[in-house]
Nanobody, 128 residues
Protein backbone atom coordinates (compact mmCIF):
# COMPACT_ATOMS: atom_id res chain seq x y z
CA UNK A 1 0.00 0.00 0.00
CA UNK A 2 1.43 3.34 -1.07
CA UNK A 3 1.57 6.04 1.56
CA UNK A 4 3.12 9.51 1.58
CA UNK A 5 3.56 11.38 4.85
CA UNK A 6 4.75 14.98 4.92
CA UNK A 7 6.40 16.71 7.85
CA UNK A 8 8.47 19.78 8.62
CA UNK A 9 5.97 22.55 8.12
CA UNK A 10 5.59 25.41 10.54
CA UNK A 11 5.71 29.14 11.10
CA UNK A 12 8.75 31.05 9.86
CA UNK A 13 9.58 34.70 9.34
CA UNK A 14 9.99 36.19 5.90
CA UNK A 15 13.46 35.37 4.56
CA UNK A 16 13.71 32.23 6.66
CA UNK A 17 14.09 28.59 5.70
CA UNK A 18 12.28 25.31 6.19
CA UNK A 19 12.94 21.77 5.06
CA UNK A 20 9.94 19.58 4.35
CA UNK A 21 10.17 15.80 4.29
CA UNK A 22 7.97 13.27 2.52
CA UNK A 23 8.31 9.73 3.80
CA UNK A 24 7.19 7.23 1.19
CA UNK A 25 6.17 3.62 1.70
CA UNK A 26 4.92 1.01 -0.71
CA UNK A 27 7.29 2.04 -3.49
CA UNK A 28 10.85 3.24 -3.95
CA UNK A 29 11.18 6.99 -4.35
CA UNK A 30 12.94 6.71 -7.71
CA UNK A 31 10.22 4.50 -9.21
CA UNK A 32 7.97 7.43 -10.14
CA UNK A 33 8.31 11.14 -10.66
CA UNK A 34 7.59 12.88 -7.37
CA UNK A 35 6.60 16.44 -6.77
CA UNK A 36 5.84 19.00 -4.14
CA UNK A 37 2.68 21.03 -4.59
CA UNK A 38 0.97 23.72 -2.59
CA UNK A 39 -2.45 25.21 -2.20
CA UNK A 40 -3.30 28.45 -0.45
CA UNK A 41 -6.85 29.34 0.63
CA UNK A 42 -8.90 30.44 -2.34
CA UNK A 43 -6.17 29.59 -4.83
CA UNK A 44 -5.50 26.80 -7.28
CA UNK A 45 -3.10 24.01 -6.43
CA UNK A 46 0.31 24.54 -8.05
CA UNK A 47 3.43 22.50 -8.53
CA UNK A 48 6.52 23.97 -6.85
CA UNK A 49 9.28 21.39 -7.31
CA UNK A 50 9.42 18.05 -9.07
CA UNK A 51 12.01 15.34 -9.68
CA UNK A 52 12.27 12.72 -12.41
CA UNK A 53 12.00 9.05 -11.74
CA UNK A 54 15.37 7.24 -12.08
CA UNK A 55 17.45 10.31 -13.04
CA UNK A 56 18.06 13.43 -10.95
CA UNK A 57 16.39 15.80 -13.35
CA UNK A 58 14.35 18.47 -11.61
CA UNK A 59 11.89 21.17 -12.55
CA UNK A 60 11.08 24.41 -10.76
CA UNK A 61 8.62 27.06 -11.83
CA UNK A 62 10.01 30.57 -12.02
CA UNK A 63 8.39 31.77 -8.80
CA UNK A 64 10.48 29.35 -6.68
CA UNK A 65 13.58 28.91 -8.84
CA UNK A 66 16.83 29.51 -6.92
CA UNK A 67 14.92 29.38 -3.61
CA UNK A 68 13.54 25.82 -3.45
CA UNK A 69 15.45 22.56 -3.93
CA UNK A 70 13.97 19.08 -4.20
CA UNK A 71 16.05 16.02 -3.41
CA UNK A 72 15.57 12.42 -2.43
CA UNK A 73 17.28 9.79 -0.33
CA UNK A 74 16.44 6.44 -1.89
CA UNK A 75 17.79 4.44 1.04
CA UNK A 76 15.60 6.36 3.48
CA UNK A 77 12.61 6.40 1.14
CA UNK A 78 12.27 10.15 1.64
CA UNK A 79 11.92 13.17 -0.61
CA UNK A 80 12.88 16.60 0.71
CA UNK A 81 12.00 20.17 -0.14
CA UNK A 82 14.51 22.73 1.06
CA UNK A 83 12.90 26.17 1.02
CA UNK A 84 15.07 29.25 1.44
CA UNK A 85 14.24 32.92 1.18
CA UNK A 86 10.63 32.29 2.13
CA UNK A 87 8.06 34.97 1.39
CA UNK A 88 4.59 35.54 2.81
CA UNK A 89 3.14 34.47 -0.55
CA UNK A 90 4.68 31.02 0.00
CA UNK A 91 2.13 30.45 2.77
CA UNK A 92 0.09 27.36 1.88
CA UNK A 93 -0.49 23.71 2.63
CA UNK A 94 2.30 21.74 0.98
CA UNK A 95 1.70 18.27 -0.39
CA UNK A 96 3.95 15.64 -1.89
CA UNK A 97 2.62 13.46 -4.65
CA UNK A 98 3.64 10.62 -6.93
CA UNK A 99 2.18 9.12 -10.06
CA UNK A 100 2.78 5.69 -11.55
CA UNK A 101 2.51 6.97 -15.12
CA UNK A 102 4.67 10.09 -15.02
CA UNK A 103 8.45 9.91 -15.25
CA UNK A 104 9.44 13.47 -16.17
CA UNK A 105 9.72 16.24 -13.60
CA UNK A 106 8.25 18.98 -15.77
CA UNK A 107 5.20 16.92 -16.66
CA UNK A 108 4.72 16.18 -12.98
CA UNK A 109 4.73 19.85 -12.03
CA UNK A 110 2.12 21.00 -14.55
CA UNK A 111 -1.67 20.62 -14.30
CA UNK A 112 -4.04 18.79 -14.21
CA UNK A 113 -2.44 17.20 -11.12
CA UNK A 114 -4.46 14.01 -11.40
CA UNK A 115 -1.75 12.11 -9.64
CA UNK A 116 -2.23 8.66 -8.14
CA UNK A 117 -0.89 9.32 -4.67
CA UNK A 118 -1.03 12.32 -2.32
CA UNK A 119 0.07 12.94 1.21
CA UNK A 120 -2.11 14.67 3.79
CA UNK A 121 -0.21 17.95 3.57
CA UNK A 122 1.78 20.12 5.96
CA UNK A 123 1.08 23.78 6.68
CA UNK A 124 3.74 26.38 5.94
CA UNK A 125 3.10 29.89 7.21
CA UNK A 126 5.48 32.75 6.46
CA UNK A 127 5.01 35.91 8.50
CA UNK A 128 5.98 39.33 7.19
Amino acid sequence: QVQLVESGGGLVQSGGSLRLSCAASGFTVDAYAIGWFRQAPGKEREGVSCIDSKSDGTYYPEFVKDRFTISRDIAKGTVYLQMNGLKPEDTAVYYCSADRHITAAEAMCWPPYENDYWGQGTQVTVSS
